[in-house]
């Protein structure tokens, strides 16, 4: 059970993005394809797992002052640090062997992830501003890797939209820092000093506002447009519009927004939501 808590299974959902490509090409089906976007997803949990690893390895310290993250295991000292140590080298060892024989592009990208996040580790995630955009740009590449590996060309509107999600939910995230640097005083990263309350809760009022319209842009795009002729493609703004909106409550209203995994995991609103927009989207590309 704390090797499981250490490489964060529940994390694991941020690397349906390598789906991304598959699913709005309607090749879903495609065997071949399935399974080669299966083996990415793989590849991208064993990556972002030592990743976690590293990361308790180093915050370990500052983890046992954090309310919730005290329990994690190295800090709570369930699990040594030489058995983290050893199961980081194997799920990188596995992570970028398994790449390299499925596919080269594959093995870049997965490379690419490893080291932003290295370097994110290593000094990077004390540096505000800095710190959300590499952890955006690991979803962006997540949904690289499935076009990369499927063949399958990326609208660049899928990168924009990904990496306005992905920043939209790390900021939501750090506002939850910025909180418990308030109610205790423990600074859980450095970075958290270039936030407060008012500068989040606007940036995510942008965030919010661009992603919404950025979604507009897109489904209302000639391409679309005359891909979905007749299956009006729009009607899934809703979808969308719920989303992030109920996501604005649980930040804003609930102060609850320090896991997006766990929220994903938990909140019946945001799945039912999410299950909703995925169905509109397989009726109008599988079936009509």
């Not at 499925?102 to 505000?128: D, E, T």
């Not at 959300?132 to 890797?145: C, H, K, M, P, Q």
């Not at 992603?211 to 899934?236: C, D, M, N, Q, W």
């Amino acid at each position: 059970m704390s090797i499981l808590k250490l490489i964060r299974v529940h994390q694991w959902t941020k690397n349906l993005f390598v789906f991304a490509p598959l699913f709005f090409s309607g090749q879903f089906l495609d065997k071949e394809k399935l399974v080669l976007s299966a083996l990415g997803f793989l590849c991208f949990c064993l990556a972002a797992s030592s990743i976690y690893i590293i990361n308790d390895l180093f915050d370990a310290e500052k983890d046992k002052l954090h309310p919730t993250k005290k329990n994690r295991p190295i800090a709570s000292g369930k699990i040594s640090k030489s058995f983290a140590i050893i199961l980081f080298l194997l799920f990188i060892t596995s992570a970028l062997s398994v790449s390299f024989f499925i596919n080269k592009g594959l093995f870049v990208v997965i490379l690419i992830y490893f080291v932003l996040n290295l370097l994110y580790s290593f000094g990077l995630k004390q540096i505000s501003l800095i710190d959300i955009f590499i952890v955006s740009l690991g979803f962006v590449l997540r949904v690289a890797a499935g076009g990369t590996l499927t063949e399958i060309p990326v609208s660049h509107w899928l990168y924009i939209m990904t990496f306005l999600l992905a920043l939209f939910i790390a900021m939501a995230k750090r506002r939850d820092d910025v909180l418990i640097l308030n109610e205790t005083g423990s600074e859980m990263r450095k970075s958290v000093k270039g936030y407060n309350l008012e500068f989040i809760s606007s940036a995510i009022s942008i965030l919010c506002a661009v992603l919404v319209v950025s979604y507009l842009l897109y489904i209302t795009s000639p391409e679309v447009v005359a891909r979905f002729e007749g299956k009006h493609p729009y009607i899934s703004t809703l979808f969308v519009i719920l989303g992030v909106f109920r996501y604005l409550q649980i930040t804003l209203v609930q102060s609850n927004s320090g896991s997006p995994s766990k929220i994903l995991l938990k909140d019946l609103f945001i799945q039912s939501v999410l299950v909703l927009w995925v169905l509109f989207f397989i009726t109008i590309i599988y079936f009509i």
